[in-house]
């Protein structure tokens, strides 16, 4: 730096780098993020087209009129309404199971350290095993007990996807929570569970409510037990959807319509919460 | 309200209260899990179907010895792998790219990288079926886009090689936002000094990226491989909802291959025998996780 005098000249050129740098990044964004987008894009406006705009050559990229009869066929003859009720009732059912077992175990292994080592072990390969491997089991468990196709079978298969998730990241929140706060409570006499109620459990409620909201996600857009323990009673809406490819004409326009709204509560959180998503999609791992 | 309580019995109601927390959640687990896993390992040394009335038999290790020498096995095992070996690295450098990209902040920059992450938490068969429209060979966007460059139709997921590639372009598509994320985690938690420091150097840009930025985002993209390593490893919906497998099986992976097993062949003892292989897989990975990922964090917790 010392003794170099920067002409008029220099200055400026160096605007122009910097200008064109910055214009180059703000391209390159961008036209990444209308790549990463266009998927969602597609569907979203092929939701709205009409009949006959999907097998249209070339592809029409913004409709002419949007036209709402795909979101009522979907919904109506296509059985969206109930698979969407369905899904509703699993996933309000498992995120309450979920959060009441998991806030009680996270809270435990968090705060007194409850199964030491082998049980964060025990859980954390519970998260990490794809559920198509516990699928037979369960399945030959649950048509033994009668189970198959009821809304039961859906709350508890789910609570072995979430529960380990939702054990591993409560307990970090709860990891969280300074010690001291717990200590000044009990010296001033309230038990353990008053401590636990009035102190800890208050603040720890972003934590448990996030945690609570990936839950249901998940249980939203679970698939793979509903295909295996469900037939036609208890229809989800990923079940749904993927029935309507039988015919021998797909439906894109009805597929897309439904498509729309299952994934629109995924897009709110992820908009919202945005902040706790890095921690959540990494168990933990990265407090973000 | 000054008692006088000997520490060894704080210690005592302490350690009995956590058992009796942790104890309803504990007691689901374990229902869920225990039962099923040992019933899974029994089954995995029967020879048992549900596709005919032939009454189980003790098989001994048969179904593993079958699937050792079944090449499908091998043949999904070869898929995972592969979708491993090349996405993985390319969604880390894609992820990278982006996250340095949006890594200074703008006015509206958070909105953007919130856009960015939409793909992730999208119900994985949507995310089957926009693929399945995009790359439909003749109505899809994708086609018509290359033929204005000149490039004839491509029948994507009728042919096995670009099958294996519409897989890899959702799997990317998916996974890279998740890269990003990680990684801008990371780069935030870069202290400033540093860069500073090595613009008073005189260091340029690509020299402090590779000599200062990327050793510190190490931890970072190891957690990324190991995760996505995870991912994949139960990767299900997405490829169903795609191509099933298919053509033939030219893209069936392990958790594709498992649910064939058991659920379209009726293999109870077989399928087991593969759950059993993929939870030591697991088991393993779980354990590298704990020493490389858990042990680091809760060090800089204390």
Do not use: C
Request: proline fraction near 6%.
């Amino acid at each position: 730096m010392s003794g170099t005098v920067l002409t008029q000249a220099d200055i400026a050129r160096r605007k122009r780098i910097r200008f064109l740098f910055s214009t180059l990044r703000f391209a390159l964004i961008f036209i990444s993020l209308a790549i990463f987008l266009f998927p969602v894009y597609w569907i979203a406006i092929g939701a709205f087209k009409g009949e006959g705009e999907f097998y249209h050559y070339p592809p029409i990229f913004w409709p002419n009129h949007f036209s709402f009869e795909n979101f009522g066929r979907a919904l109506t003859v296509f059985g969206g309404t109930q698979g969407l009720v369905n899904s509703l009732i699993v996933a309000v059912t498992n995120t309450a199971l979920v959060t009441v077992f998991g806030v009680l175990l996270a809270y435990s292994m968090g705060r007194f350290k409850v199964g030491g080592d082998n049980l964060s072990f025990f859980v954390l390969s519970l998260l990490f095993a794809p559920p198509v491997i516990a699928a037979m089991p369960l399945f030959l468990v649950f048509k033994t007990l009668r189970m198959l196709d009821t809304h039961q079978v859906l709350f508890l298969s789910y609570v072995l996807i979430n529960m380990p998730f939702a054990v591993w990241v409560m307990k970090g929140f709860f990891e969280d929570i300074p010690k001291g706060i717990e200590n000044a409570a009990l010296l001033d006499g309230y038990s353990r569970f008053q401590t636990f109620l009035k102190y800890v459990l208050p603040l720890a409620v972003p934590g448990i409510v996030v945690t609570a909201l990936f839950v249901f996600i998940f249980s939203w857009n679970e698939f793979l037990f509903a295909l295996i323990f469900t037939r036609s009673k208890v229809q989800t809406l990923p079940i749904v959807l993927a029935g309507m490819t039988g015919g021998h004409q797909i439906p894109w326009g009805e597929i897309s319509a439904l498509s729309l709204i299952a994934i629109t509560p995924g897009i709110i959180l992820t908009l919202f919460f945005q902040k706790y998503l890095v921690r959540g999609l990494t168990f933990g791992a990265v407090k973000g | 309200m000054a008692r006088m309580i000997r520490p060894a019995t704080i210690q005592e109601s302490e350690k009995r209260f956590a058992r009796l927390l942790a104890l309803p959640g504990m007691i689901v687990l374990i229902l869920l899990v225990a039962g099923p896993l040992a019933y899974m390992l029994f089954n995995s040394f029967l020879s048992k179907t549900l596709a005919a009335p032939i009454p189980p038999h003790f098989a001994w290790f048969r179904n593993y010895a079958d699937l050792f020498s079944d090449g499908r096995f091998w043949n999904a095992f070869f898929h995972s792998m592969i979708i491993m070996a090349v996405g993985i690295p390319v969604q880390s450098v894609l992820g990278l790219i982006i996250a340095l990209l949006l890594n200074k902040k703008f006015p509206g920059s958070k909105i953007v990288i919130a856009l960015f992450l939409i793909p992730v938490m999208i119900t994985p068969v949507v995310a089957g079926f926009e693929w399945k429209i995009i790359l439909d060979n003749r109505f899809g966007p994708l086609n018509y886009l290359l033929g204005l460059l000149n490039i004839q139709p491509i029948a994507w997921l009728a042919k096995p090689v670009s099958a294996m590639i519409s897989i890899l372009f959702m799997d990317t598509w998916q996974w890279t936002p998740f890269v990003t994320i990680v990684l801008l985690a990371g780069l935030a938690a870069i202290p400033k000094q540093i860069y500073e420091a090595s613009s008073v150097d005189g260091s340029s840009a690509s020299e402090t990226l590779w000599r200062m930025t990327m050793p510190l985002l190490r931890p970072m993209f190891m957690l990324v491989v190991l995760l996505r390593i995870i991912f994949i490893f139960k990767i299900f919906d997405p490829v169903q909802i795609l191509t099933a497998g298919g053509p033939g099986m030219a893209t069936e992976t392990l958790s594709v291959l498992t649910y064939t097993i058991g659920f379209k062949n009726f293999n109870v003892g077989m399928s087991a025998a593969i759950a059993v292989i993929q939870l030591v897989i697991i088991t393993i990975i779980a354990k590298i996780f704990i020493a490389k990922v858990m042990n680091r964090t809760e060090g800089r917790a204390k």
